[in-house]
């Protein structure tokens, strides 16, 4: 019938929602902000992303991906500013 239907729809939402409770319980994603290891967890968070980020940057330069990279400075706003310009 399509109430037993709809029953056991729940129950199968319900036995889903508890699986991927359980899967992200040791994610940290739930982790109390508040918590002292809160900042610790964030920091170490903050470091792996670095470190990722500094290997994928040196992995490209070794690629010479920035071989056509032109860094120029724009000209000072105020006219009376003495900031060297590169040519």
């Known amino acids: 019938s399509p109430e037993d239907a709809i029953v056991a729809f729940k129950v199968y939402c319900e036995d889903l929602a508890k699986k991927e ?7 940290g994603l739930f982790f109390d902000l508040y918590h002292p290891m809160a900042q610790l967890r964030f920091y170490d968070w903050q470091r792996q ?4 980020r500094s290997h994928n940057f040196a992995h490209d330069l070794n690629a010479n ?7 120029r400075a724009r000209r000072p706003v105020m006219p009376s500013a003495n900031v060297p310009m590169a040519p």
């Open 21 to 27: 409770l359980d899967i992200l319980k040791n994610t």
């Open 49 to 52: 992303m670095a470190q990722i």
């Open 65 to 71: 991906k920035y071989h056509s990279l032109s860094l």
